[in-house]
């Protein structure tokens, strides 16, 4: 079975600074997709990033980029310039056919 | 366009009571997922459609919950004599297609509060 773990349950930057979330995962599959999703108060789910793990290159969305390292299983989202309005939860997912979520990070972001 | 919906966005009820939480996915979209979202926990799979069928239904915790989606269009997830467990936002998601699967729009959740 698949897990998904993401070890920080809070993280705090300063506006305009850089932060970086750490996910890992277990799998035997070979092809997959990872994602980054941003849950705000809201509750709606907004996906930040994707990665299809027969990529190499690290997939990148604007000020969001991963670290994908798949012989580690490792999948870390940077957020670069932080605003205020990245203030969420951020949840990374492993998909096969259905969505693995891990527990989530909950990023605050001060001015 | 207009993105998944969900109604109602909060529902309580008491033990015992039965409850129908309804999904409208995109327009045209194949797929359509259940997530239950326990209060600080990250969503868990709970069924899935592909059009009329439902292919997965092993997330489902207990035989009290039901989902179906008659037409392929409109989903609905039933709970029969719900517990407190039963507590937590309930999230639909729809897919547009067979090959772009991996792309999931989620709606914004329906908060289910057992007393």
């Known amino acids: 079975a698949q897990t998904v773990t993401q070890s920080q349950p809070e993280m705090s930057v300063q506006e305009a600074e850089t932060v970086t979330l750490s996910c890992t995962y277990d799998?035997?599959?070979?092809?997959?997709?990872l994602f980054w999703y941003k849950q705000p108060p809201s509750r709606q789910m907004i996906l930040v990033i994707r990665?299809?793990?027969?990529?190499?290159q690290n997939a990148t969305e604007n000020r969001f980029s991963v670290n994908f390292q798949k012989a580690a299983k490792s999948f870390s989202l940077k957020i670069s310039d932080s605003q205020l309005g990245d203030t969420a939860m951020y949840f990374c997912?492993?998909?096969?056919?259905?969505?693995?979520f891990g527990t989530g990070t909950r990023l605050q972001v001060f001015p | 366009g207009a993105g998944v919906s969900q109604s109602p966005r909060y529902k309580v009820a008491k033990r015992g009571q039965d409850v129908a939480l309804r999904c409208d996915p995109i327009?045209?979209?194949?797929?359509l997922f259940w997530y239950q979202q326990a209060l600080g926990q990250g969503p868990e799979f709970l069924t899935y459609?592909?059009?009329?069928?439902?292919?997965?239904k092993s997330g489902l915790p207990s035989d009290r919950f039901f989902a179906e989606r008659p037409e392929g269009s409109v989903s609905t997830l039933k709970i029969q004599r719900t517990q407190q467990e039963d507590s937590a936002v309930y999230l639909c998601?729809?897919?547009?297609?067979?090959?772009?699967?991996?792309?999931?729009?989620f709606g914004p959740g329906t908060r289910l509060t057992v007393l």
């Open positions: 997912a492993f998909m096969k056919r259905v969505l693995i």
């Open positions: 990665q299809e793990a027969y990529k190499q």
């Open positions: 327009s045209g979209h194949v797929s």
């Open positions: 459609f592909q059009n009329e069928a439902q292919l997965d």
């Open positions: 998601a729809s897919s547009p297609d067979l090959k772009r699967d991996n792309e999931q729009f």
């Open positions: 799998t035997s599959e070979n092809n997959y997709y």
